[in-house]
């Protein structure tokens, strides 16, 4: 699979989300992405439980193990990188999660002004 050059909303070499749990469309531990990502899964957020609750609601189960494919179900303070799209969608309803720009792929911003990441960005 063919992968975007790694750079952060920043301008910036891309940073690793998380590695534990391994996050990223590539499962490379970091928000990379490429043609084959249709979901944009580019946006480094810090997992909350009213993020988890909200994201269950809506049709994707982060939080339930799923041990058949070697997932351990995300809990609050896990970094997890999400779809750019679903972000947005939190946004617009007052519960998105926090997110580390460095570890953010530029191409969020093809769905995620830079000026709504920033109201959520955080430091490790």
């Not at 301008?11 to 043609?35: E, H, I, K, M, V």
Request: aromatic share 8%.
């Amino acid at each position: 699979m063919d992968m975007d050059p790694s750079l952060n909303v920043l301008g910036q070499p891309l940073q690793p989300c998380s590695l534990t749990p391994r996050t990223g469309f590539f499962r490379n531990g970091a928000c990379d992405t490429g043609p084959e990502d249709h979901g944009s899964h580019t946006v480094c957020a810090v997992m909350t439980a009213e993020f988890l609750a909200y994201s269950k609601y809506f049709g994707n189960d982060l939080s339930t193990p799923r041990p058949e494919f070697g997932f351990e179900g995300l809990k609050p303070g896990d970094c997890w990188c999400l779809c750019a799209s679903r972000f947005l969608q939190a946004h617009e309803e007052d519960c998105a999660p926090r997110v580390h720009l460095e570890s953010t792929h530029v191409r969020a911003l093809d769905v995620v002004p830079l000026h709504i990441l920033e109201r959520y960005a955080t430091t490790r």
